[in-house]
């Protein structure tokens, strides 16, 4: 069993729609997560971070389950400029390294 | 500078030739981290440094594969007798510290092709 798992998509939605997220982790010991965002052929680009009480920023909501080891990404009125890969991140105990899920490729339409 | 710069941007080698990969970390940041990202793939952690600690060489795939840290700053990948199977994007990421709260700052990564 993968430590991150996402669905690889793709999601292929609209413009203005909404689309959901979801990713799981293996190891409960988990201390901080991630969402970054992966445009094609450049680096990863921190996205937000994610909180145990949930988190907001403008379009974006990120929530964390820590008793089902589930973290999700809500994307609001989506925009084509939101096509991309979208990365959930896990970090262990302080001062361990990250560790990437495979990535959900998300597609934008107009 | 304001961002994790890396070097070279490309780098096509033979098989069987020694590279090196540069990473200059955001100045401060005493985190820094390799990964590699192969075609299609997802990131795949190859060694993390933490200030003057031993680093985690975990993720490296081979003896062939090492990195150092001089000074705690800048950091070199090397890898030796290159195959095949190395080319890949290899990105360095630096953070302030390795507290749990702090997310990772990417370089725009070297791509190696071996041929």
């Known amino acids: 069993r993968k430590e991150v798992e996402q669905d690889p998509g793709p999601f292929n939605v609209p413009e203005g729609a909404t689309v959901a997220f979801n990713c799981t982790y293996s190891?409960?010991?988990?201390?901080?997560f991630f969402w970054y965002r992966q445009d094609c052929r450049k680096e990863p680009k921190l996205l937000m971070s994610?909180?145990?009480s949930g988190n907001e920023d403008g379009r974006f909501t990120a929530q964390l389950n820590r008793a089902s080891q589930y973290i999700s990404l809500l994307i609001r009125d989506s925009k084509l400029s939101d096509s991309a890969t979208y990365l959930c991140v896990v970090k262990g105990n302080q001062g361990g390294k990250l560790i990437f899920g495979q990535g959900t490729e998300l597609s934008v339409k107009p | 500078g304001a961002g994790v710069s890396q070097s070279p941007s490309n780098k096509v080698t033979e098989k069987g030739k020694d590279v090196e990969l540069r990473c200059d970390p955001i100045?401060?940041?005493?985190?820094l981290y390799w990964y590699r990202q192969s075609l299609g793939q997802g990131l795949e952690f190859l060694i993390y440094?933490?200030?003057?600690?031993?680093?985690?060489k975990s993720g490296l795939p081979s003896d062939r594969f090492s990195a150092e840290r001089t000074g705690g700053s800048v950091s070199t990948l090397t890898i030796q007798r290159t195959q095949q199977e190395d080319s890949a994007v290899y990105l360095c990421a630096s953070s302030p510290t390795g507290g749990r709260d702090y997310g990772y700052t990417f370089g725009s990564g070297t791509r190696l092709t071996v041929v």
């Open positions: 190891n409960s010991a988990s201390q901080s």
């Open positions: 100045s401060g940041h005493t985190a």
């Open positions: 440094f933490q200030g003057n600690s031993a680093p985690d």
């Open positions: 994610v909180y145990s």
